[in-house]
Each structure stands twice: as structure tokens, then as C-alpha cells.
């Protein structure tokens, strides 16, 4: 089983519907929680934070459910440039020589927007 | 600010042949580290560093060296190329908290 497993989508999605995609993880000790948004053929982005409180930017809602060990991306009023592969990554503790973290990364969900 | 400035964006080779992938960045960042990107697979670490003089395994170093003799580079050595190394590679540069990775462009290797 992957660390961290997403549903590879892709998500075909009208312009301006909502559209959520959930990532779930296997470790407990997972510390922290991202969601990183990669455009075609381009380096990963950050796109927002987790927090256990939930985290809202503009039209971008996220969620953390420790219990269930999932994360959730809500997208509201989806644009045309919201298209891209969405990443989710959980930083976890380990005890490697002179390291207590690391970043374990999904395969990413494709979001493809549609006029 | 540059960030993270990764060469070459593009490279063929032949099986067999060695080359270096370059990384820099001028954030001052401890830690950086290098990963490969392949289809319907997540990044996957190859090696990492916490500090100058520092490196460590990630989870496939198999076919990689690297070495980190200054806080702003960390370049990428393939020994002997093999067909299965043909993927995107990525250096990433992560803040002191490890609240963000810094990616360089990105490096689109074929190994013919």
C-alpha cells in the first residue's frame, strides 16, 4: 500500500462547478499536510497548507481528518486555469541520520476544467 | 531571487554514459534534495541533504551520487546511465520549518 494514495483522476469538471478530491495516508506520524498544484510539464507548486482546523483561501478549502487519516481539497467556482495535476504531501517524522522529516508525495489528481 | 535554478532542462543520452545535474539556490535553505517523477507515481526521493557536508538516501539512490560541498548546490551525478533513469527529475530546496519544498524547473532525461 502507497504512503500517501490519491485517486489519479482524471476530473473532468464543468467551468464553475465545485469539484473535491480527497488523499488519504498511511502513517500516523505524519506531522504535517500540503496540497501542492503542478501545471503541465512544470515544477510543483505550493498551493496551500492543511491545518487540523481546516484552510480556506479564496475558492480553495481545505480539510484534515486525523481519525480517518484523510485529506480533502475543495474547489468552489472552478476556473478554466484551476486545470492542472493536484498534489497531496504529508510531512512525516522519521529518526534518519541528522534528519526528523520528510515528505512523502502523492501521485497527484488530475483536474481538467472545461468551458 | 532566483530560487531554485536546476540545468540542463533537457538531456539524451546513451546508456552508459555519466553526467551531472545541476542545482543552486540562493534562499540560504539547509536542506535540499532530489526526486524523479514518473508517470502515475509520485516524486520519489533520491537523495537528500540537510547541510553542507551532509547527504543521506532517499528511497531509490540506486545509479546516483551526490555530493554537497556548499550550502547552495547540491548537483546530481548519474554513473552510468540506464534506460530505466529516463524520468523528470526534480531538485527541491525546503524552508527551515519544512512548511514548503522549492522546486527547480525541472530536468527531462532520456536514456536511450
Not at chain 1, 476556473?79 to 522529516?101: E, F, G, M, Q
Request: glycine letters at 8%; hydrophobic letters at 35%; one cysteine or more.
Amino acid at each position: 500500500r502507497k504512503e500517501v494514495e490519491q485517486d489519479p483522476g482524471p476530473f473532468n469538471v464543468p467551468e464553475g462547478a465545485t469539484v473535491a478530491f480527497n488523499c488519504t495516508y498511511s502513517n500516523s506520524a505524519s506531522q504535517s499536510f500540503f496540497w501542492y498544484r503542478q501545471d503541465c510539464r512544470k515544477e510543483p507548486k505550493l498551493l496551500m497548507s492543511v491545518y487540523s482546523s481546516g484552510n480556506e483561501d479564496g475558492r480553495f478549502t481545505a480539510q484534515l481528518n486525523r481519525a480517518s487519516q484523510y485529506i480533502s481539497l475543495l474547489i468552489r467556482d472552478s476556473k478554466l486555469s484551476d486545470s492542472a495535476t493536484y498534489l497531496c504531501v504529508v510531512n512525516i517524522r522519521t529518526w534518519l541520520v541528522d534528519s526528523n522529516y520528510q515528505l512523502i508525495w502523492g501521485a497527484g489528481t488530475k483536474l481538467i476544467i472545461k468551458p | 531571487n532566483a530560487g531554485v535554478t536546476q540545468t540542463p532542462k533537457f538531456q539524451v543520452l546513451k546508456t552508459g554514459q555519466s553526467m551531472t545535474l545541476q542545482c543552486a539556490q540562493d534562499m540560504n535553505h539547509e536542506y535540499m534534495s532530489w526526486y524523479r517523477q514518473d508517470p502515475g507515481m509520485g516524486l520519489r526521493l533520491i537523495h537528500y541533504s540537510v547541510g553542507a557536508g551532509i547527504t543521506d538516501q532517499g528511497e531509490v539512490p540506486n545509479g546516483y551520487n551526490v555530493s554537497r560541498s556548499t550550502t547552495e548546490d547540491f548537483p546530481l551525478r548519474l554513473l552510468s546511465a540506464a534506460p530505466s533513469q529516463t524520468s523528470v527529475y526534480f531538485c527541491a530546496s525546503i524552508d527551515t520549518g519544512y512548511t514548503e519544498a522549492f522546486f527547480g524547473q525541472g530536468t527531462r532525461l532520456t536514456v536511450v
